[in-house]
T-cell receptor, first 113, second 115 residues
Framework: DADVTQTPRNRITKTGKRIMLECSQTKGHDRMYWYRQDPGLGLRLIYYSFDVKDINKGEISDGYSVSRQAQAKFSLSLESAIPNQTALYFC????????????FGSGTRLTVV | DQQVKQNSPSLSVQEGRISILNCDYTNSMFDYFLWYKKYPAEGPTFLISISSIKDKNEDGRFTVFLNKSAKHLSLHIVPSQPGDSAVYFCAASGNSGGSNYKLTFGKGTLLTVNP
């Protein structure tokens, strides 16, 4: 099993619909992150959480919300999807250790039509 | 304002030659730098990192060089192999200020290694 699992892998949704992207991890890390990748823009941070009671906005949080249901689960919601939220979304986890390395999931490709 | 910059969107090299990927940063509070590799349909995977107290870190075919005065780092891959073809992201983190505990990524460089 993958260390970080994202569901769904692909999703097409209509403008105005609510959609939730889910992420779970088996690494036992406290820290979890949501990034989006757009062509030519790299990886941009949406939200991050250092533990179950800690939620923080990243650089592009508008239009998104998150829920940290447990140490292992961190979900991202689009309350009312719009076409410019079409992107590749990645969840990541880290232990905040000296390497600061993140373990990423395989991504969710979201298309808003 | 982008704090981590990868100014070359793409790079093409011949198999066996050296690949050099460059990265510049603007935030002087960054003290740890990482390179990630990403294949299509997969998440980024950690490749190599370097602390600001060092100027070089080597791991097999991969070497990262850090020039703090120039706020510049580079990833060298020698020899390059077709399997190295991927997008490479430079990332940075710091122990203080607004960058604490979070990685800031560059836009990525697509490396193509031709057989």
């Amino acid at each position: 099993d993958a260390d970080v699992t994202q569901t769904p892998r692909n999703r097409i949704t209509k403008t105005g619909k609510r959609i939730m992207l889910e992420c779970s991890q088996t690494k036992g890390h406290d820290r979890m992150y949501w990034y989006r990748q757009d062509p030519g823009l790299g990886l941009r941070l949406i939200y991050y959480s250092f533990d179950v009671k800690d939620i923080n906005k990243g650089e592009i949080s508008d239009g998104y919300s998150v829920s940290r249901q447990a140490q292992a689960k961190f979900s991202l919601s689009l309350e009312s999807a719009i076409p410019n939220q079409t992107a590749l979304y990645f969840c990541a986890t880290s232990d905040g250790g000296i390497n600061y390395g993140y373990t990423f999931g395989s991504g969710t490709r979201l298309t808003v039509v | 304002d982008q704090q981590v910059k990868q100014n070359s969107p793409s790079l093409s090299v011949q198999e066996g030659r050296i690949s050099i990927l460059n990265c510049d940063y603007t935030n002087s509070m960054f003290d740890y730098f990482l390179w990630y590799k990403k294949y299509p349909a997969e998440g980024p995977t950690f490749l190599i990192s370097i602390s600001s107290i060092k100027d070089k870190n080597e791991d097999g075919r991969f070497t990262v060089f850090l020039n703090k005065s120039a706020k510049h780092l580079s990833l060298h891959i020698v020899p390059s192999q077709p399997g190295d073809s991927a997008v490479y992201f430079c990332a940075a983190s710091g122990n203080s200020g607004g960058s604490n505990y979070k990685l800031t990524f560059g836009k990525g460089t697509l490396l193509t290694v031709n057989p």
